[in-house]
């Protein structure tokens, strides 16, 4: 089955635990991104990646890092966490940045106490 | 820069017809999304116009003028399942980028 695929699902942490949040798809897609969404401000893209080893920020890209070592991996990086980044996280991929759709994660809602 | 503006809330009826409107600025075009958004979950994909004019899709249809910058979503027989929000997502170069998105709220 197609699938972009997230973990954890729900995470709480503590202000400057480090942690990642993992993304793989299946279907060899180019193209991926980290979005967050707050309440008002919807999705805002994080950082995007056009393939392996091409990365670039995003509208919102402070507080996180991200790498693309893999096609199909895309792991979010937040050396040190901080309450203003709880919110519900969503990776996507699609083909390529142009006219395919996008396939989403099922999110990632995180709570930075 | 990029803007993209459409309404916070609406409601309608079931069986009703309802359009949600998007207007948007963006650096380059290639093309706009719509995506629907259950509570808590992840958006899915709708329509994708690219050209000016309407694109059926069952009981959804998407309208793109690029002079105007503006698009609309068509639902028509509308049913209790279409309670979500509906996301507009032009396509400027090199990223996708997403509205605030339209919470419909469908009623019996």
């Known amino acids: 089955e197609a699938q972009v695929t997230q973990n954890p699902r729900y995470l709480i942490t503590v202000t400057g635990k480090k942690l990642t949040v993992t993304c793989s798809q299946n279907m060899n897609h180019e193209y991926m991104s980290w979005y967050r969404q707050d309440p008002g401000l919807g999705l805002r893209q994080i950082y995007y990646s056009m393939n392996v080893e091409v990365t670039d920020k995003g509208d919102v890209p402070e507080g996180y890092k991200v790498s693309r070592k893999e096609k199909r991996n895309f792991p979010l990086i937040l050396e040190s966490p901080s309450p203003n980044q709880t919110s519900l996280y969503f990776c996507?991929?699609?083909?390529?940045?142009?006219?395919?759709?996008?396939?989403f994660g099922q999110g990632t809602r995180l709570t930075v106490v | 820069g990029q803007n993209i503006d459409q309404p916070t809330e609406m409601t309608a009826t079931e069986g009703a017809i309802v359009q949600i409107n998007c207007t948007y600025q963006?650096?380059?075009?290639?093309?706009l999304f719509w995506y629907q958004q259950h509570a808590g979950e992840a958006p899915t994909f709708l329509s994708y116009n690219v050209l000016d004019g309407l694109e059926e899709k069952g009981r959804f249809s998407s309208f793109l003028s690029r002079s105007k910058g503006y698009s609309y979503l068509l639902l028509k027989e509308l049913q209790m399942k279409d309670s979500a929000s509906y996301l507009c997502a032009p396509l400027p170069t090199g990223k996708l980028i997403f509205g605030q998105g339209t919470t419909l709220q469908v009623k019996p």
């Open positions: 996507a991929s699609s083909f390529n940045v142009m006219n395919t759709e996008a396939f």
């Open positions: 963006t650096s380059g075009f290639n093309g």
